[in-house]
């Protein structure tokens, strides 16, 4: 006979390390995962959480980081109480900040704003762009080296029906091509008016990033986007001063 582990494996997705494992067995009508433990079914996402870490008391909820009830990631996961789990989910917070219209119109965002015009939604602690997140709820992950575009080129739209993923070099073309690409401010690097980071910066974010550390997670470190971050570990921008920094 299986053992509980043994039948887990079987039944789910496994991806790459940070993106969601989805449960291909049972769902609940809420749509979470779940599977007969002892005679009983239990909800998926919580066994996953003690298979990788051990029992979970029973005054407290498991909860998902990345808004997939599918997901039975550990690292998606955490544990909360029952007042955690009543706080809105991302998805709950995405559509309470957005104007609906038709099928093929833009949908609007109506929260917060970066300085070019996107919305902007904190996500586990971080800032992300609100077309990103539209298109992550609706589609699933995008991996680093992707960026979310938009068909309408309207920076605040979030309907997934207006975006499209490519490539930085896509991204970059896109811009040029809808006349949004400013070359007005020919400074560079630390020169830069709205530089938010040094030429020593850019040198530790890729010496980070070759140690293992997340884009995300050195965006949060010196306060920039994982787009940016992604530019530099792949040479694309502060690139003038590598050579000097060697």
Not at 140 to 164: A, E, K, Q, Y
């Amino acid at each position: 006979m299986k053992s509980l582990q043994e039948r887990f494996d079987s039944k789910v997705e496994m991806r790459g390390i940070d993106e969601c494992w989805l449960w291909m067995g049972g769902l609940t009508a809420s749509g979470y995962g779940q599977i007969r433990v002892n005679g009983r079914n239990q909800v998926v996402h919580r066994v996953a959480w003690e298979l990788e870490y051990g029992p979970i008391r029973n005054e407290l909820c498991c909860l998902h980081r990345c808004d997939t009830l599918r997901c039975v990631n550990p690292r998606h996961l955490f544990l909360g109480t029952r007042h955690t789990k009543n706080k809105k989910s991302l998805r709950e917070r995405f559509r309470s900040k957005i104007r609906i219209g038709d099928e093929d119109e833009c949908w609007l965002w109506m929260g917060a704003l970066s300085t070019t015009g996107y919305g902007q939604i904190r996500v586990n602690g971080c800032l992300q762009f609100a077309h990103r997140v539209a298109w992550e709820l609706v589609y699933g992950f995008i991996s680093d080296d992707l960026c979310c575009l938009h068909r309408c080129d309207t920076p605040r739209c979030v309907n997934p029906r207006h975006l499209f993923l490519g490539t930085h070099y896509d991204n970059t073309h896109d811009m040029i091509a809808k006349g949004r690409a400013n070359y007005t401010n020919s400074a560079k690097g630390e020169k830069h008016g709205m530089a938010k980071i040094t030429a020593a910066d850019a040198k530790m974010i890729r010496t980070l990033r070759a140690a293992g550390w997340l884009q995300r997670e050195i965006g949060v470190k010196f306060g920039i986007s994982q787009v940016t971050v992604s530019m530099i570990c792949l040479n694309k921008i502060w690139v003038d001063n590598l050579s000097a920094l060697r």
